[in-house]
Nanobody, 120 residues
Framework: QVQLVESGGGLVQAGGSLRLSCVASGSIFSINDMAWYRQAPGQQRELVADITSSGSINYGDSVKGRFTISRDNAKNTVFLQMNSLKPEDTAVYYC??????????????WGQGTQVTVSS
């Protein structure tokens, strides 16, 4: 099995910063892309940012200019640097990775989520 473990969530005041990390482990041959999603209570899960193995990046409109996604391929890790946080950024943030296993199978995996709360 593939496991994704997020860290770095917490409670911050508006205007503050957080850095989220997600480490993928398991029988992973390669990771095609990694992404961050978020889901607020009563809302649909939305894409925050994604990054491919070649470094191509896409951001959701609501976070452009404030968040930065990056990855360390050698460590199977993706980061999300969040600056200028707003109360509307409050949500559970989920890591997602699309991987190729040593078996040759493709696998889409989700982390357990980490809570980010931004107070005004």
């Amino acid at each position: 099995q593939v496991q994704l473990v997020e860290s770095g969530g917490g409670l911050v005041q508006a205007g503050g910063s957080l850095r989220l990390s997600c480490v993928a482990s398991g029988s992973i041959f390669s990771i095609n892309d990694m992404a961050w999603y978020r889901q607020a209570p009563g809302q649909q899960r939305e894409l925050v940012a994604d990054i491919t193995s070649s470094g191509s990046i896409n951001y959701g409109d609501s976070v452009k200019g404030r968040f930065t996604i990056s990855r360390d391929n050698a460590k199977n890790t993706v980061f999300l640097q969040m600056n200028s946080l707003k109360p509307e950024d409050t949500a559970v943030y989920y890591c997602r990775a699309n991987v190729i296993l040593y078996s040759g199978e493709q696998s889409a995996n989700w982390g357990q989520g980490t809570q980010v709360t931004v107070s005004s």
